[in-house]
């Protein structure tokens, strides 16, 4: 891919972390970084006062720099701010990380030369992972520590993983062919400030929600299935008057999933229920809710992996003079607060919050299908011999120690902030925090709808039984399939790990959240009875 600055994706972002995709500069990328440039060196040879260039950083920002320290200034930045802590950050992470970071810098108002984020780019063709520690990042002024822990090999410190081995980076770029770079002015701080951690947690859990919003879909499908639900919740009338976005695309999903169905023809005309339970009724509701908050992280991200982080930002095209700007540096440097990472911490605290939801309102349904007081006739449990087996029991009490784990998770880490820098950074995001427990909480999703999907399967296998010669809607049918391939039928009590294991890795594929697309894959001939 070419990076211009300007239009990195979610699914680009994705392409680099997992699929190994690697990334070139644009040649006009090239030209403004080299613009860019120029301006900060005119200033250091003119003297000029220009924050973290001529000045010492943070709440040091009143020490002046002599200029022939410019260039020490920066190294020592980078050594004296990789200050993180914790286990190291996954390969993933990092690798989105190079690239957003190499992507800001190609907006050409960060001053650093072309070859810096070329430097992050052969980082990332190369497989030459920094190891940077998960902790230590407020949010403010950027992620700094562990922007500096990714920055250091850049000029030979650190350690980075290569080829499965984490080595001193030193002995990674010899290994490659590389040369150590000598940072010149302001390019220190260039690599190090910005919000690049939160925005890779951020791509990389929005990359995973939307498959697990869309298979959570496909569970509930299958639980109004087994459950004798009725679709007619779902209608598109019914959405039409409260067309929240999201309520209206999940209410699709599920008519497409439940498609067909004489299991739902089967018992349309049945007095047996006037409506079903919350968690059954109102999945359009509460989905569709979950939708459209990450929907909004979608559009945050979108404008945060394509914006200039770094501070101070120049301004190569011409004086900055209009009277909302009184830039330095002959008008070209403006000091900002663009590394400030709320508008990315207050969007993952809303998606947190909402995959939580997801996960409770998953467990309830969970809950539906083995209790033999409302599952409509299925046995207790979902087992075969009620009593000398235990069934499907304990599966629900992991969902349930999941879904309040999450609510823990769920507290918004934003809503916090200490000061820092002697008081010169006194608000502060937590961003950082907002992405990883996010990412928490979306994992116990994962396996929070893994187990809808195991006991919604038997169910299904048990309700067909019992209405011979009825089939569930295409959709259901072709997940069941899904989950049939890796997890065998129902034959009496045995260790659930490792059919949860298989299910959770279907949640984290495509195999199951195309199904619930219009336009996904074809399904297979409906289900039949697998009951011993």
Known sequence: MVLTGADLTVADVEAVARNGATAVLDPAAKARMERSRAVVEALVDEGAVVYGVTTGAGALADRSIDRADAERLQENLLVSHAAGVGEALPREVVRAMLVLRANTLALGHSGARPVVAERLLDFLRLGIHPV??????????????????????????GQVELGGHVVPSLIALRQTGLEPLRLGAKEGLAVLNGTQLMSALGALLAADAERLLRTASVAAAMSVEAMLGTDVAFSAAYQSVRPHPGQV????????????????????????????????RCVPQVHGAVRDALDHLGRVLAIEMNSATDNPLIFPEGHVTDETARATGNGHVI??????????????????????????????????????????????????????????????????????????????????????????????????????????????????????LLCAARALDLRLAMLPGTGPGAGVAAAHAVIRDVVRPWDGDREPGPDLEAVTRLVRERRLCDLAAPDGPPAPAPATSAVS
């Open 249 to 280: 695309a999940v209410a699709r999903e599920l008519r497409w999933l439940l498609r067909d169905s004489s299991i739902q023809r089967s018992h349309h005309a049945s007095p047996h229920k006037v409506q079903d339970p919350y968690s059954l």
């Open 132 to 157: 940077v520690p998960a902790q230590g990042s407020v949010g403010a002024s950027g992620d700094l520590a562990p922007l500096a822990h990714l920055a250091l090999p850049l000029i030979g410190r």
């Open 335 to 452: 000091s900002g607060g663009n590394f400030h990472g709320e508008p990315v911490a207050l969007a993952l605290d809303f998606a947190k919050l909402a995959l939580a939801e997801l996960g409770s309102i998953s467990e309830r349904r969970t809950a539906l299908l083995l209790d033999p007081h409302l599952n409509g006739g299925l046995p207790a449990f979902l087992g075969s011999d009620t009593g000398l087996e235990t069934g499907y029991m304990l599966v629900q009490y992991t969902a349930a120690a999941l879904a309040s784990e999450n609510k823990t998770l769920a507290h918004p880490a934003s809503v916090d902030s200490i000061p820092t820098s002697a008081n010169q950074e006194d608000h502060v995001s937590m961003g950082p925090i907002a992405g990883r427990q996010a990412r928490q909480v979306l994992a116990h999703g994962e396996q929070i709808v893994a187990i809808e």
